[in-house]
Nanobody
Framework: QVQLVESGGGSVQPGGSLRLSCAVS????????MIWYRQAPGKEREGVAS????????DYADSVKGRFTVSHDKTEDTLFLDLNTLKPEDTAIYYC??????????????????WGQGTQVTVSS
């Protein structure tokens, strides 16, 4: 059973930055699709960034393009999400997830097999 543990959430002012991390363990797969989702109060869960760990091919939701960057460290098997120029509407619980989907089909719209527990990001002045 793949295990995903997020860290790095917190409270920041608008315009600030955060880095989220997701440590992967018990992973028997060489490569898979990893996706950051978020869910704001009263809203549906939204995929914001994805990456295929084999080739680094990434995808972003329009709402975060140019502000968020997803990356993966193969040595540590850790997923990252750099959040820059944060806005109040970025406030949400952010979830790390993973799916057994290959590169051309890895996107923010896939349905993951595994989920982390989530980490809270709050953007407020």
């Amino acid at each position: 059973q793949v295990q995903l543990v997020e860290s790095g959430g917190g409270s920041v002012q608008p315009g600030g930055s955060l880095r989220l991390s997701c440590a992967v363990s018990n992973n028997p797969y060489i490569n898979f699709c990893m996706i950051w989702y978020r869910q704001a109060p009263g809203k549906e869960r939204e995929g914001v960034a994805s990456i295929f760990t084999g080739d680094g091919n990434s995808d972003y939701a329009d709402s975060v393009k140019g502000r968020f960057t997803v990356s993966h460290d193969k040595t540590e098997d850790t997923l990252f999400l750099d959040l820059n120029t944060l806005k109040p509407e970025d406030t949400a619980i952010y979830y790390c997830s993973a799916a057994l989907i290959k590169s051309p089909y890895c996107s923010v719209d896939v349905s993951p097999e595994w989920w982390g527990q989530g980490t809270q990001v709050t953007v407020s002045s």
